[in-house]
């Protein structure tokens, strides 16, 4: 699996500030990019997604940055709350062929919200 | 919508016997559901895709003969761990992808494995 790579590895943020984590990818095949969110115990829940065709996709407070050149993009959470504390994971899959829809995954990231 | 369940959420086993896990996509049909180890602290680590009506795709390093899946419905996919040992301890999870042509997984809660 190609690695897609993710950091920081921990993040303190206070409570309504902005958390930014981000990733890097190498495979040029990679065209759908997800955002998981997991919890302690809990299996991993789709928070949001991007496709290389947009620059920025924004659900509610969370929001993905997309830079194709770079072969980067991040994750910004707006306004934190203490009940985001959790570990964030990146992914990346290719469309068609070989491979297609398998997630690699980066190493993840403990986002602690402090009141 | 796009629930998917795995059945047991927690199993303790003695070392040398086997274990099967279940994973159910509740309310959609899944033509592909994938097979993940996670262990403490880490990340997830794809083990192999499973495709309804054909054998898995096991990724390098992983034994198929010790994993055991299958695929026999749209809605079931099950993970059998043979001879379990303590370095097989981890928490299994599945995932399901909801519609063909969509990139959408969904992700069941996970299975904990301990192996005494």
Known sequence: ?115 | GAVVSQHPSRVICKSGTSVKIECRSLDFQATTMFWYRQFPKQSLMLMATSNEGSKATYEQGVEKDKFLINHASLTLSTLTVTSAHPEDSSFYICSARWLAGSDEQFFGPGTRLTVL
Not at chain 1, 84 to 101: E, K, L, N
Not at chain 1, 107 to 112: C, P, Q, V
């Open chain 1, 1 to 115: 699996q190609q690695q897609v790579k993710q950091s920081p590895q921990s993040l303190i943020v206070q409570k309504g500030g902005i958390s930014i984590i981000n990733c890097a990818y190498e495979n040029t095949a990679f065209d759908y990019f997800p955002w998981y969110q997991q919890f302690p115990g809990k299996g991993p829940a789709l928070l949001i997604a991007i496709r290389p065709d947009v620059s920025e996709k924004k659900e509610g407070r969370f929001t993905i940055s997309f830079n194709k050149s770079a072969k980067q993009f991040s994750l910004h959470i707006m306004d934190s709350q203490p009940g985001d504390s959790a570990t964030y994971f990146c992914a990346a899959s290719p469309g068609s062929g070989a491979g297609s829809y398998q997630l690699t995954f980066g190493k993840g990231t403990k986002l602690s919200v402090i009141p």
